[in-house]
C-alpha cells in the first residue's frame, strides 16, 4: 500500500488506523464531514478530504484516485435511534462509497463491520463466518450492519469483523459505560458471568491491514483477542482503568428483555434489545480464518491492553 482512503478517521477505529498506516509510510487520504474532523485527521497525519457519504460526491472520486484500498470504518454505532437514521448512514453511506471506489478504480476495500450482524437475542457461541443471518436482527444498529455487509459481499468487498472493540481512545463504548455506572443506572444482566470474545483496537486496525494485503475479495473475517474471557471479569477491569466500579447489582435476563420491550419507544431506554443480544450473554466469535489466511497475530493481549490504560 502506498496511498489509502479512509472513512471514520475522527472515530475510534478511524483514530487508531490512520497513524499506524502513516507509520508504515503510507499517504493517507481522510473522509471528513466538519472542520473538526478535518483538524483531527489532520493531527494524525492524514490529508482530509471534505465531503459526506450523503450524496456522491465526484470532488471525493477525485480524492481517492490513486488509492490502492479504502477503509471503510465509519458508521452509527449507537445501540439505540431511528432505523432509517442508521440505514442512511451505515447502508447508503456504504452504498455510496463503494459507487466512489469503482469510479475512482480503488482496486481493494475493505469494510469494517461488526459481530452484531448476528444478534437475535440469543447466545452466539463459537459463531464462524458461515453462520446465517438472523431473520429478526436485535435491533437497528444490527440490521443496518448486516445489510451493509452484505452489499460489500456483492460487490467483492473483504469484511472484518472484530467483537467488542475497546482500549485507550475509546470514544464509544466505554464513555456509555462510565455514564452508566456513575449515575447509577447500571446493572449485571443475569450475573454477568458468561463467555465473551474482544478485540483491542490495536488488534482491529491489524486485521484491517492484513486484510487489506492478505485478504480474499468477497470474504468476511472474525477477529478477536483470542480465546473467549469472562464478561463480567473483564467489563469490571475495564472499568477500573477508569476509576469506576460497576458494582453488584443484577436483573433477571427475562426482567431486562421486558423492559427493552415496554421502554423501545423512549429516546433514552434503561435497556434495549441490542444491548442485551451484545452485553446480556455469550457472545464468543473464532478468528481462526483470519489467522490462518491473513496471518493476524493479535499482537495486543488484553493484560498489556490493560495496563496500558492504567498507566
Not at 477503509?71 to 454505532?77: K, L, M, R
Not at 452504498?95 to 452466539?124: C, Q, W
Request: charged share 25%; proline share 5%.
Amino acid at each position: 500500500m502506498k496511498r489509502v482512503f479512509v472513512t471514520g478517521g475522527s472515530g475510534f477505529v478511524g483514530g487508531a488506523l490512520i497513524p499506524a498506516l502513516v507509520a508504515r509510510g503510507v499517504e493517507v487520504v481522510a473522509l471528513a464531514r466538519s472542520d473538526a474532523a478535518a483538524a483531527k485527521v489532520r493531527a494524525l497525519g492524514a490529508e482530509p478530504a471534505i465531503g459526506d457519504l450523503d450524496v456522491a460526491d465526484p470532488k471525493l472520486v477525485e480524492a481517492m484516485r490513486g488509492c490502492d484500498v479504502v477503509f471503510h470504518a465509519a458508521a452509527i454505532a449507537k445501540e439505540h435511534g431511528r432505523l432509517r437514521d442508521f440505514m442512511r448512514t451505515n447502508v447508503e453511506g456504504t452504498r455510496t462509497l463503494l459507487k466512489l471506489a469503482r469510479e475512482a478504480n480503488v482496486p481493494r476495500f475493505v469494510h469494517v463491520s461488526t459481530e452484531a450482524v448476528l444478534a437475535d437475542g440469543k447466545p452466539i457461541v463459537r459463531a464462524v463466518e458461515t453462520a446465517p443471518y438472523p431473520a429478526k436482527p436485535a435491533g437497528p444498529y444490527p440490521i443496518s450492519k448486516g445489510a451493509a455487509e452484505r452489499i460489500v459481499v456483492e460487490a467483492k468487498g473483504i469484511v472484518i469483523r472484530p467483537r467488542f472493540i475497546w482500549g485507550r481512545g475509546d470514544t464509544s463504548l466505554l464513555p456509555q459505560l462510565v455514564d452508566r455506572v456513575k449515575s447509577g443506572r447500571y446493572a449485571w444482566i443475569g450475573d454477568g458471568h458468561y463467555l465473551t470474545s474482544t478485540c483491542h483496537v490495536r488488534n482491529v486496525v491489524e486485521g484491517a491491514i492484513a486484510a487489506a494485503e492478505h485478504g480474499t475479495p468477497g470474504e468476511i473475517y472474525f477477529l478477536t483477542d483470542g480465546e473467549p474471557i469472562d464478561f463480567r471479569d473483564f467489563l469490571t477491569k475495564y472499568l477500573a482503568t477508569q476509576g469506576v466500579d460497576a458494582g453488584t447489582r443484577t436483573v433477571p435476563r427475562w426482567v431486562a428483555k421486558t423492559a427493552a420491550a415496554l421502554t423501545g419507544w423512549m429516546r433514552n431506554p434503561p435497556v434495549t434489545k441490542t444491548a442485551i443480544a451484545l452485553v446480556g450473554g455469550e457472545v464468543t466469535v473464532v478468528d481462526a480464518k483470519a489467522r490462518r489466511e491473513l496471518g493476524y497475530q493479535s499482537h495486543v493481549s488484553i493484560d498489556d491492553g490493560l495496563r496500558e490504560m492504567r498507566g
